[in-house]
């Protein structure tokens, strides 16, 4: 954990990483197919996913090899391990989204081929929601450095309500913000292709395709509130902070259609998300008292992430051949 919220980044880097991000987005909606509405394939998926996980290893390698050469190799690892934690913290709580995904696509019957466009609209929201939090995070732990205490506690807190509330069903026929969307708006019965307004008889009317924009991008926001304050058990470096969170949210899209058909499978994977937020909560209450090394947090995160994986798939395949056999 660093003592301050400066950071080696220099405007130019910003700029620099903000121009590439956008260039992705770019590439994603005009060129790579975003403006074409598709069913993704697990192959496609499976090639992103190994896009963006590679890009965030490129940007990690390139980071240390900068700072190294500008500040020597104490600060180039300690950077480069402080974004290799954040970006795993923060690509594992962003799976919790792929589980919201699907319940909130599944309880709209969204169409396969609708599914990839309305994403790319939720992660540009992501991006700039998560970029104003963010900033709003530094600044925080900058003016009170107490709060870290704070985002401790509540990390911990959440961890454990997680654990409780695990096996619990949503019910979005209950949600506030749709209940409300409905009772302002007038909504069109049916999908109107990837529009998210139409004319009709000279009234505008909202699809239901706006009503799941909504609720991706507010459960973006419900997410953040954990996976922001956690990544400052790690760093407290707003360049660090900011571009392991972009990774994470960049990949999550792809990884949502690599594993969407299978998030049934993956039902241990909350408890291990829960112990994760209890795990780093209680590293931040704990600092007066003891320091963790960074690649200490590294390997327990990546342990419990991993074990929860795997334990998902060993337990749940009895049950499929037992399906198969009755089949």
Do not use: C
């Amino acid at each position: 954990m660093t003592d301050s919220t400066a950071s080696f980044a220099t405007g130019p880097m910003w700029a620099g990483f903000i121009a590439f991000v956008l260039v992705m987005l770019a590439l994603d909606l005009f060129v790579f197919g975003g403006r074409k509405s598709h069913k993704v394939s697990v192959k496609e998926a499976a090639a992103w996913v190994a896009v963006w996980v590679s890009l965030a290893l490129a940007f990690a390698g390139l980071l240390w090899w900068y700072l190294n050469d500008t500040q020597g190799a104490e600060v180039a690892r300690t950077k480069t391990l402080e974004f290799l934690a954040g970006y795993l913290i923060e690509q594992s709580l962003s799976v919790d989204n792929m589980f919201v995904f699907v319940m909130i696509f599944g309880y709209f019957a969204v169409p396969p081929e609708l599914q990839r466009r309305v994403l790319l609209y939720g992660v540009l929201g992501a991006i700039v929601m998560r970029a104003g939090m963010i900033l709003t995070g530094v600044w925080l732990v900058t003016q009170f450095a107490w709060i870290l205490y704070v985002f401790g506690a509540f990390l911990v807190i959440t961890g454990i309500k997680m654990i409780i509330f695990a096996e619990a069903e949503p019910d979005l026929e209950q949600n506030p913000l749709l209940r409300w969307l409905r009772g302002h708006l007038r909504i069109t019965p049916n999908f109107h292709g990837e529009a998210f307004f139409v004319r009709q008889n000279g009234i505008l009317w909202a699809t239901p395709m706006f009503l799941v924009l909504v609720l991706i991008e507010a459960s973006d926001v419900v997410f953040a509130v954990d996976s922001i304050p956690a990544i400052f058990a790690v760093t407290t470096d707003p360049f660090i902070v900011f571009t392991s969170n972009i990774f994470a949210i960049m990949g999550l899209r792809a990884l949502y259609f690599l594993l969407a058909d299978m998030a049934d499978r993956f039902h241990l994977l909350k408890y291990g998300l829960a112990i994760v937020l209890v795990f780093i909560g209680g590293k931040m209450l704990a600092m007066p008292w003891f320091h963790m090394p960074i690649q200490w947090s590294l390997a327990i995160v990546g342990s419990i992430i991993l074990v929860s994986v795997v334990a998902s798939l060993a337990l749940s395949k009895p049950k499929a051949v037992i399906a198969g056999g009755d089949a």
